[in-house]
């Protein structure tokens, strides 16, 4: 699968990692430069909001510059960093939930952009087909726990595997499986009565 | 159920490849040092602050160990010692007391 070969993928050195842990700024640019991007999709498929990914992926590398002194070595880098991101899409998923459910009727700012994008009949249908699979899949997801969700994008659309997300989540592989299992049952249960 | 297994399967790769991973803007970077800035200003503040409130407390606590508590030592709750009690206790005016002035 390329998106988990994608995953594993060490983008820097160890020693830069290094370095920025032991308070180099110029080496923590780096990282930053080297991660951003990868970073950043893994937001935008967790939260399912493009408006709001660059503020989310900012919190995760300000975390990751004031936390990046607990880290015990470089190898574990990488689990460190998805789990820094993991917990910034969480915290924004909850504030989102909660909003939501104080203003059930509002519409996301990308869906009021694409609502007038296709109005004014701007997209093309290759986009236009994007746009229904990213909103397929995030009232799918919106049916689901927050948990659930995060859980199923890192396994099946982030491609990681079970090893990596034992590193994240900090659970055995058996106790991982359980609750994969179970939160691919209740999103094949909404996809269900969706279809 | 198998069937709904495999086109969830296939809306998850539809999905991964509807969202690719975005080009940061050019204000990314920037803004993340903004906040690592903004974070260690608040730090740095909080620090002075705290400092400022010990440096505060510690001063105080100089002023009472050098004025007020030798203020309240200097002030003796007994103006003579024991023995000196004893002392005068014993001495011939008060034995005459005791015997009734009758001394042989």
């Not at chain 1, 998805?82 to 869906?111: F, G, I, K, W």
């Not at chain 1, 991982?176 to 279809?195: G, H, N, P, T």
């Amino acid at each position: 699968m390329e998106s988990a070969e994608r995953a594993v993928a060490v983008l820097i050195e160890f020693e830069l990692i290094e370095r920025a842990r032991s308070g180099d700024d110029n080496a923590f640019n780096q990282v930053l430069q080297a991660y951003r991007k990868r970073i950043l999709g893994t937001i935008a498929r967790l939260i399912g909001k493009p408006e709001d990914v660059e503020d989310v992926g900012q919190e995760v590398f300000l975390r990751l510059y004031y936390s990046l002194d607990q880290l015990r070595t470089p190898e574990v880098f990488e689990p460190w960093l998805y789990r820094l991101t993991v917990n910034a899409a969480y915290d924004y998923l909850r504030r989102q939930r909660r909003r939501h459910e104080s203003r059930m009727s509002d519409l996301s700012e990308q869906q009021v952009m694409m609502a007038d994008a296709s109005a004014g009949g701007k997209q093309s249908k290759e986009d236009a087909r994007r746009t229904r699979i990213r909103e397929q899949v995030q009232s799918l997801l919106d049916k689901v726990s927050t948990e659930d969700r995060v859980l199923l994008m890192l396994k099946e659309v982030e491609g990681l595997s079970l090893k990596e997300l034992e590193k994240i989540y900090k659970v055995n592989e058996n106790a991982l499986k359980v609750r994969l299992f179970r939160a691919r049952q209740r999103v094949l249960k909404a996809y269900e009565s969706e279809a | 159920m198998d069937r709904m297994d495999d086109k969830l399967d296939s809306l998850w790769a539809e999905y991964r490849q509807a969202c690719p991973d975005p080009e940061p803007s050019a204000n990314f970077t920037p803004r993340v040092w903004q906040r690592i800035e903004a974070r260690r200003r608040a730090t740095s503040s909080l620090r002075h602050w705290v400092e400022a409130c010990v440096m505060a407390a510690l001063t105080l606590t100089l002023l009472i160990a050098t004025f007020l508590i030798p203020r309240y030592q200097r002030q003796p709750v007994y103006q003579s010692t024991y023995a000196d009690v004893l002392a005068e206790a014993d001495s011939p005016d008060y034995t005459l007391v005791l015997t009734g002035g009758d001394i042989r």
